[in-house]
């Protein structure tokens, strides 16, 4: 069974920096890895996803060139560097990954999705 655990989360203002880190409790062959995040009342929506075996990386069009995901492998580490935070990132981030093949062809949808961390928020404010 696997375990996540997200930290890093906290309170900033607009145009900040944030890293949060997911820890996994023992390295697993995933299809995907990433970060979502979900605001009060908004469905949650994928930030970043990295293709495991592919080593292919992609961005949601509203982080990219401010987020980037990154993987401690030895550690069993994920990170998410956030900058140039917007108020609109305010939102509970979770750390996910899949066993399932088919988060390869929409790898930004949740219900793809077959692990998880607890979750850790981030506020912007402006």
């Known amino acids: 069974q696997a375990h996540l655990v997200e930290s890093g989360g906290g309170s900033l203002q607009a145009g900040g920096s944030l890293k949060l880190s997911c820890l996994a409790s023992?390295?697993?062959?995933?299809?995907?890895m990433g970060w979502f995040r979900q605001a009060p009342g908004k469905e949650r929506e994928g930030v970043t996803v990295y293709y495991t075996n592919a080593r292919h990386i992609i961005y949601a069009d509203s982080v990219k060139g401010r987020f980037t995901i990154s993987r401690d492998t030895a550690n069993n580490t994920m990170y998410l560097q956030m900058n140039n935070l917007k108020p609109e990132d305010t939102a509970m981030y979770y750390c996910?990954?899949?066993?399932?093949?088919?988060?390869?062809?929409?790898?930004?949808?949740?219900?793809?999705?077959?692990?998880w961390g607890q979750g850790t928020q981030v506020t912007v404010s402006s």
């Open positions: 023992a390295s697993l062959r995933w299809s995907c």
């Open positions: 996910a990954s899949s066993s399932e093949f088919n988060c390869v062809f929409r790898p930004l949808a949740y219900e793809n999705y077959n692990y």
